[in-house]
């Protein structure tokens, strides 16, 4: 059954409960946001007391009773202004959304899927069924009326005191239906309490996060930090804060939760990808300094610099570094990006810069096949010194954008495993009257060969993989690397203990085969 269909049919249910039957049914940054559709036979109002449900079709079971009241008059008259944050989103979409053009009815059918939802999260007993409101009365532009009648005809059967809640369920249910992540809405109250500015003072856990997937979802544990110290992996999903359910609940928000003084706890609830069943990680906070450059000279005159975000004064700590351990005319250089969770475009520009003489870093393209292209500043230290960069599933963001342009122009060969493949942009876009805002993704990043990094990643030209025996006792997988066994190492606890690092010692095996030592 087609979706049209279904939401004609939710429609029929409603006829029937104007006709007098009741029926029960279902309607279906560092750390530093489903109910079958249905199809109309004919509108409420014009129903006769005999129409029927094809035996054929499935309801879903389970919903209270409701009773149908059927108000005197329709309150149509503000229905314009209650929906004009929703034509508003609509056009937001259809202007910056990075995938053009967009399935006007896949929209359609998603915000009626989000009001739906609302409906049923109301668990009202009893409800106003309203004849569907005409075009004129909606706002609804002159070349989507007939595409939209579906959606007035939910409305008029899901409509209940919070209409409000609707219009907003609606939004969700439509941005929900592009199938992107990184795509969403959030209401007044969210957005408010995302846009509260930290205070400079990091108290927390200490890790990098992506807070656009279905859950908060670790990029990278900064290193010696609370996070690290707790065993958090990349990739680890947040699914509940002190016991707490986070489903559904928008990551910026969800990061607000883990924050919290230095010496106090909070109980993560984790889900790991290779293990079966979600468990509890208690973590003192601590207060965190976050670093930006890590940097030494390494036996057999090997300097190695260790980049952990990108920051405003990255570059420059970067350019210092490079220039103290230039001094020291090492045979080659090992550059560290493993767990670098990202930071500033900018940055990225300048620290790929240091590397490459000229050239194109990335292109950053948008829906209309329009590109803005980013290229070396042509002043790097560091253009000809043998090089070799690390990554792992840590590296994400604006450091996948500096390994995949390293890679492009075969500077240097990456070691480590696939990175976390974050590579695009999200715009947040305030509605107007205060109504919350629309975080929308308008571009994604490709590399110097027009390589997509977004949930691709980058591969190592030298795969190798490391994990801990404690997190294979605890039921990790090491098959969910999708290496051969021979590229995959097992550290012990006096491996850790000892800091054994197999990954640095095949970049300094590559970086030394690559000048015949």
């Known amino acids: 059954m087609n979706k049209s269909s279904r939401i004609r049919l939710g429609i029929i249910v409603v006829v029937i409960l104007l006709a007098g039957v009741t029926l029960s049914c279902q309607l279906a940054a560092p750390f530093l946001p489903q109910v079958e559709n249905t199809e109309v036979v004919e509108s409420p109002d014009t129903a006769s007391s005999d129409t029927v449900i094809d035996p054929e079709e499935e309801l879903p079971p389970g919903h209270p009773t409701v009773e149908a009241k059927v108000p005197e008059t329709v309150p149509t008259d503000?229905?314009?202004?209650?929906?004009?944050?929703?034509?508003?989103?609509?056009?937001?979409?259809?202007?910056?959304?990075?995938?053009?053009?967009?399935?006007?009815?896949?929209?359609?059918?998603?915000?009626?899927?989000?009001?739906?939802?609302?409906?049923?999260?109301?668990?009202?007993?009893?409800?106003?069924?309203?004849?569907?409101?005409?075009a004129d009365d909606t706002g609804t532009p002159e070349e989507l009326e007939e595409l939209f009648l579906p959606f007035w005809e939910t409305w008029a059967f899901a409509h209940h005191p919070d209409d409000q809640a609707l219009m907003q369920g609606a939004i969700s249910g439509m941005l929900e239906a592009l199938g992107d992540q990184h795509t969403s809405y959030m209401n007044p109250d969210e957005f408010t309490q995302a846009n509260i500015p930290l205070d400079g003072t990091y108290e927390g856990i200490g890790a990098w996060v992506d807070p656009n997937r279905e859950y908060l979802t670790i990029v990278s544990p900064m290193a010696g930090s609370p996070a690290e110290e707790a065993g958090l992996l990349p990739g680890d999903e947040i699914i509940a804060v002190d016991g707490d359910d986070m489903t559904g609940i928008d990551g910026n928000l969800v990061i607000r939760r883990v924050l919290g003084?230095?010496?106090?706890?909070?109980?993560?609830?984790?889900?790991?990808?290779?293990?079966?069943?979600?468990?509890?990680?208690?973590?003192?906070?601590?207060?965190?300094?976050?670093?930006?450059?890590?940097?030494?000279?390494?036996?057999?005159?090997?300097?190695?610099?260790?980049?952990?975000?990108?920051?405003?004064?990255?570059?420059?700590?970067?350019?210092?570094?490079?220039?103290?351990?230039?001094?020291?005319?090492?045979?080659?250089?090992?550059?560290?990006?493993?767990?670098?969770?990202?930071?500033f475009l900018s940055t990225a520009i300048e620290v790929t810069s240091e590397f490459i003489g000229e050239g194109v870093v990335m292109y950053e393209e948008y829906g209309d096949g329009s590109r803005d292209t980013f290229s070396a500043d042509g002043e790097g230290l560091a253009t000809d010194i043998s090089l070799v960069v690390l990554?792992?599933?840590?590296?994400?963001?604006?450091?996948?954008?500096?390994?995949?342009?390293?890679?492009?122009?075969?500077?240097?060969?990456?070691?480590g495993t696939t990175s976390f493949g974050k590579g695009s942009v999200q715009n947040w876009v305030p509605l107007k009257s205060n109504q919350g805002a629309i975080r929308i993704t308008i571009a994604r990043w490709l590399t110097p060969n027009e390589r997509l990094i977004h949930e691709i990643g980058l591969e190592p030209d030298y795969p190798l993989a490391v994990i801990s025996q404690a997190a294979i006792d605890e039921g990790f997988d090491i098959e969910s690397f999708g290496l051969p066994l021979d590229q995959v190492v097992i550290l012990s606890a006096e491996d850790i203990q000892e800091g054994r690092d197999p990954q640095l010692d095949k970049a300094v095996e590559v970086l030394l085969n690559s000048i015949g030592r």
């Open 391 to 415: 990554i792992n599933e840590g590296t994400a963001s604006a450091s996948e954008i500096v390994s995949g342009a390293i890679q492009d122009y075969n500077r240097a060969p990456l070691v």
């Open 78 to 134: 503000e229905l314009e202004g209650l929906f004009a944050p929703f034509w508003e989103a609509w056009d937001i979409v259809h202007e910056q959304y990075v995938d053009q053009p967009v399935d006007d009815e896949a929209l359609m059918n998603g915000a009626v899927q989000g009001m739906l939802q609302v409906f049923e999260q109301a668990n009202q007993t009893t409800y106003e069924a309203l004849p569907a409101p005409s």
């Open 261 to 343: 003084p230095a010496d106090s706890k909070v109980i993560l609830t984790i889900q790991r990808q290779g293990v079966e069943e979600p468990f509890d990680v208690e973590i003192t906070r601590a207060r965190i300094t976050i670093p930006s450059v890590e940097y030494h000279m390494m036996e057999d005159d090997i300097a190695y610099v260790q980049l952990l975000n990108f920051g405003d004064e990255t570059h420059q700590d970067l350019r210092s570094a490079l220039q103290e351990l230039l001094d020291q005319d090492p045979v080659g250089l090992i550059f560290d990006l493993r767990n670098n969770g990202g930071g």
